[in-house]
């Protein structure tokens, strides 16, 4: 069992950055890939990013790709959402998610293991 709690979520403006950390409990969080997902209200929740086991492979959606960086800290048992040059769009509710696999995927359903969510919101 894996319980993950996000935090770092807020309000800030178009261009600004802001970082997501999940801390996940369990002694066994090196054996799971991790993701970061995003639900905007009235819209089905995406892929945002995922990284595997080692943290050595890590794949990003399209949108977000060469403006958020996935990262992880076995030691410390937490994954981080590292986001720059935010847009009003990414604006969402963003979920951690593990998978009891040491390879990730990007499909949601992969995912065992949900946060509770952190909300994002990004101003014009």
């Known amino acids: 069992q894996v319980q993950l709690v996000e935090s770092g979520g807020g309000l800030v403006q178009a261009g600004d950055s802001l970082r997501l950390s999940c801390a996940a409990s369990?002694?066994?969080?090196?054996?799971?890939?991790m993701g970061w997902f995003r639900q905007a209200p009235g819209k089905e929740r995406e892929f945002v990013a995922a990284?595997?086991?080692?943290?050595?492979?890590?794949i990003y959606a399209e949108s977000v790709k060469g403006r958020f960086t996935i990262s992880r800290d076995n030691a410390k048992n937490t994954v981080y959402l590292e986001m720059n040059s935010l847009k009003p769009e990414d604006t969402a509710v963003y979920y951690c998610?593990?998978?009891?696999?040491?390879?990730?995927?990007?499909?949601?359903?992969?995912?065992?293991?949900w946060g509770q969510g952190t909300q994002v919101t990004v101003s014009s």
């Open positions: 998610a593990a998978r009891s696999s040491k390879f990730i995927s990007s499909s949601w359903y992969d995912y065992n293991y």
């Open positions: 369990g002694r066994t969080f090196s054996s799971y890939a």
């Open positions: 990284i595997n086991w080692r943290g050595g492979i890590r």
